[in-house]
């Protein structure tokens, strides 16, 4: 069974940037595109970025593209969103999340079947 577990959440100016970690367990990342979305209040759920962590191929909405950037640590089984000039409308939940999938075009929580318990990012002054 594979966990995942996010931190790394926050109040931030915009503008501002922070770390989103996710901590997998119970099987090594090369096995699956671990990626992320985000929810806000009213909206549905968003493919934000993934990474197919056996050769490095990435997806990134384009809401996100150029100032969010996803990697991976396999010596840690973690990957990582630096997310970078942020604006109030990134404000939402973050849920990491695995699955056996890969588009480059597309994101999609069908596309998953592992998900952590999420992260509150907030972007306010």
């Known amino acids: 069974q594979l966990q995942l577990v996010e931190s790394g959440g926050g109040l931030v100016q915009p503008g501002g940037s922070l770390r989103l970690s996710c901590a997998v367990s119970?099987?090594?990342?090369?096995?699956?595109?671990i990626g992320w979305f985000r929810q806000a209040p009213g909206k549905e759920r968003e493919g934000v970025s993934c990474?197919?962590?056996?050769?490095?191929?990435?997806y990134y909405a384009d809401s996100v593209r150029g100032r969010f950037t996803i990697s991976r640590d396999n010596a840690k089984n973690t990957v990582y969103l630096q997310m970078n000039s942020l604006k109030p409308e990134d404000t939402a939940v973050y849920y990491c999340?695995?699955?056996?999938?890969?588009?480059?075009?597309?994101?999609?929580?069908?596309?998953?079947?592992?998900w952590g318990q999420g992260t509150q990012v907030t972007v306010s002054s």
């Open positions: 990474i197919r962590s056996s050769d490095g191929s990435t």
């Open positions: 999340a695995a699955g056996p999938y890969y588009d480059r075009g597309h994101y999609y929580p069908e596309m998953t079947d592992y």
């Open positions: 119970g099987s090594s990342l090369n096995n699956y595109v």
